[in-house]
């Protein structure tokens, strides 16, 4: 695949990466990771109005942008870059694509304009234990008259602590593995909703756990049909992979880009110590794998286009989602924490400390590193693939 940003490309990244530079420096940043929120309310309003960006994939039809993947990834990598904070990934990443493949229409007409002005944040909680596959899959979900009563815990929830809506993966009594989940819908507010912030090592992005309790809620709640809902959530799943591993490569840049200026500046034997051969050489290094995950992630996204063209078809174009998927986030995962290593030890002795930004990378490549799955398991799963062909 030849692949080259066309002229609007360009001018989003080019536009992404200054507004970006202003608006979340390492001073926002610090300010936004020590609240519970774990972000600022003004910041995120300033945002969704001034860029609009998350309405950036949502349909014309729907108050969006009706832009591509391409441009997602393209945000992404900036806004990986500086640590954003905010519910963007939640709400764009993972709550978007799951109400674009299994809402109705009328589901799509309430609430995506409502995302799309930026009057809604969303989430996806669905995984209640410490795995990423349909097993993660624990609540249940019980008929009764009209609709549904939902249990059950729901952990590692991006956002999940104040995110308006809860997309909410469950399955019915007695089913496991691929079978018997189905998506809701549900309002943050709803009765049997209870949820509490999880403190994690990345600040930056706050997690929340969501418990349900007798949680009743109608059939309107229900995306698509019951029972039948885990090829949807596994294809919204590799979306949320390859936006990740988006921002990993921008995450990973960023490392490089600081350790560089750092090392141009810090003098040792009479010399900027950039100028040591070593050292020069650990950078190449750094960079080597920068490209690479940038070139495995635009080629995902270019994939991850093609399936949504095809309106979310699995046998058609989408047939190679999951191993681009795999792929980006299995590089981006490794090459991101192998960097952040990289550019704290580079620093010296100040590369842990507080005043300096390579740890606040290295909690993030780590955080980012086990969420949706670890590099390891991407890696089997396109060996696997490999072998069953």
Same mark, same amino acid.
Request: proline residues 3%.
């Given at each position: ?55 950036? %994939?949502? *349909?014309?039809?729907?108050?969006? +942008?009706?832009?591509? #993947? =391409?441009?997602?990834?393209?945000? $992404?990598?900036?806004? !990986? ?122 600040? %930056?992005? *706050?997690?929340?756990?969501?418990? +349900?309790?007798?949680? #009743? =809620?109608?059939?309107?709640?229900? $995306?698509?049909?019951? !029972? ?162």
């Amino acid at each position: 695949m030849e692949f080259a940003f066309t002229e609007e490309q360009v001018m989003i990244r080019d536009t992404a990466e200054g507004y970006l530079a202003e608006l979340s420096s390492s001073e926002a940043v610090r300010s936004a990771m020590a609240t519970e929120q774990g972000y600022l309310p003004d910041t995120w309003q300033r945002l969704c109005e001034e860029m609009y960006w998350q309405a950036l %994939t949502i *349909p014309e039809e729907f108050g969006g +942008l009706g832009l591509g #993947y =391409v441009e997602l990834a393209v945000v $992404l990598e900036q806004m !990986g870059r500086r640590l954003l904070c905010s519910p963007f990934y939640a709400t764009v990443c993972l709550a978007t694509p799951a109400l674009l493949l299994s809402g109705s229409d009328e589901q799509k007409a309430f609430w995506l304009p409502q995302i799309a002005e930026g009057s809604l944040t969303a989430t996806l909680a669905y995984t209640g234990s410490n795995r990423w596959d349909a097993s993660a899959v624990t609540a249940i979900a019980r008929p009764e008259g009209d609709g549904f009563v939902l249990e059950g815990e729901l952990k590692y929830v991006p956002n999940g602590h104040s995110a308006d809506l809860l997309i909410v993966a469950a399955r019915l009594e007695g089913s496991s593995g691929e079978q018997g989940v189905s998506l809701f819908a549900v309002p943050a507010d709803s009765a049997g909703v209870e949820r509490r912030w999880t403190p994690t090592m990345d600040q %930056t992005r *706050p997690q929340g756990t969501v418990q +349900l309790s007798q949680c #009743y =809620v109608g059939s309107e709640a229900l $995306l698509g049909k019951a !029972g039948e809902a885990w090829p949807v959530l596994e294809s919204v799943l590799q979306l949320a992979a390859i936006a990740q591993a988006a921002e990993q490569t921008g995450g990973a840049q960023q490392c490089l880009d600081i350790t560089v200026d750092y090392l141009q500046e810090r003098q040792q034997f009479g010399r900027v110590i950039a100028s040591f051969q070593a050292i020069k050489h650990r950078c190449a290094d750094m960079m080597v794998q920068v490209e690479c995950a940038r070139s495995a992630v635009y080629y995902a996204a270019c994939v991850a286009q093609e399936f949504l063209e095809e309106s979310g078809d699995s046998e058609g174009l989408g047939a190679e989602l999951p191993q681009a998927a795999a792929l980006a986030k299995g590089y981006c995962s490794d090459a991101f924490f192998d960097c952040a290593a990289e550019s704290i030890q580079l620093h010296g002795g100040v590369g842990f400390t507080w005043e300096y930004d390579p740890h606040l990378y290295f909690k993030r490549a780590k955080s980012s590193e086990t969420f949706l799955g670890s590099a390891a398991m991407h890696r089997e799963a396109i060996a696997t693939h490999l072998l069953g062909e």
